[in-house]
């Protein structure tokens, strides 16, 4: 089993890259993640950039690095109540063509952390949907880490409760994940 991990912060340091590192943490063995690097040179959504003879590379890298993994794990701050409008980009790239997306019937989570106690509460539940809308198979429950900036101690989330509930959540994927492939 492989896990794509988008992460909507591009900046170096972030919480939310430490977030996606002690979600990875808790992979079954036998699982690999590969965190999608190029999110911050996809092009914004354009119906006229949606065709073969234009689809930016960074496009298609995105929508085959999709198909080709078992899994979506979402990695959101909140920006203004909401996700990060990288996130949103990457879920509207992988939603077409229409009909044929690599997102369609994927086993989807969602996790976060923010500066503020809210813990991304808004941009998590804005990521179920927009999932969900664009036919993903997402895990309704997300884990959300908030005052992130005192949250990580050497890469692990110091608040050994909410650790285990981000073990749970992973756990649970990696359970979606299997189901899926026994129903296949
Ligand atoms: C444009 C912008 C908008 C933000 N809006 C919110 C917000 O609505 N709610 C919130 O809790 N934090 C907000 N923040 C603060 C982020 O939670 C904080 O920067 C967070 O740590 C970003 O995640 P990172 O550490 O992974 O970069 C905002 C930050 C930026 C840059």
Same mark, same amino acid.
């Given at each position: 089993?492989?896990?794509?991990?988008?992460?909507?912060?591009?900046?170096?340091?972030? #919480?939310?890259?430490?977030?996606?590192? +002690?979600?990875?943490?808790?992979? =079954? /063995?036998?699982? @690999?993640?590969?965190?999608?690097?190029?999110?911050? !040179?996809?092009?914004?959504?354009?119906?006229?950039? !949606?065709? %073969? %003879?234009? *689809? =930016?590379?960074? $496009?298609?890298?995105?929508?085959?690095a999709v198909a080709d993994h078992d899994a979506v794990l979402l990695v959101t701050p909140e920006y203004n109540g909401s996700l990060p409008s990288? *996130?949103?980009?990457?879920?509207?790239?992988?939603?077409?063509?229409?009909?044929?997306?690599?997102?369609?019937?994927? =086993?989807?989570?969602?996790?976060? $952390?923010?500066?503020? =106690?809210?813990? +991304?509460?808004?941009?998590?539940?804005?990521?179920?949907?927009?999932?969900?809308?664009?036919?993903?198979?997402?895990?309704?429950? #997300?884990?959300?880490?908030?005052? +992130?900036?005192?949250?990580?101690? /050497?890469?692990? *989330? @110091?608040?050994? /409760?909410?650790?285990?509930?981000?073990?749970? *959540?992973?756990?649970?994927?990696?359970?979606?994940?299997?189901?899926?492939? #026994?129903?296949?």
């Amino acid at each position: 089993m492989n896990v794509l991990v988008l992460v909507g912060s591009l900046r170096a340091g972030s #919480t939310n890259r430490q977030l996606a590192d +002690a979600a990875v943490a808790h992979l =079954p /063995e036998g699982t @690999s993640a590969t965190v999608f690097e190029q999110l911050a !040179d996809l092009a914004h959504y354009s119906e006229e950039l !949606d065709h %073969d %003879d234009a *689809l =930016p590379q960074v $496009a298609r890298d995105l929508r085959e690095a999709v198909a080709d993994h078992d899994a979506v794990l979402l990695v959101t701050p909140e920006y203004n109540g909401s996700l990060p409008s990288a *996130l949103k980009n990457a879920v509207d790239w992988v939603s077409r063509p229409r009909g044929a997306s690599s997102i369609a019937g994927k =086993p989807a989570a969602v996790i976060g $952390a923010s500066g503020s =106690p809210r813990a +991304a509460q808004w941009a998590r539940e804005d990521g179920v949907k927009v999932l969900k809308v664009a036919g993903a198979e997402v895990i309704e429950d #997300t884990v959300g880490v908030g005052s +992130a900036f005192q949250a990580f101690e /050497e890469g692990r *989330l @110091s608040d050994g /409760e909410l650790d285990a509930a981000l073990g749970d *959540l992973v756990g649970r994927l990696a359970t979606q994940v299997r189901r899926a492939r #026994t129903a296949a």
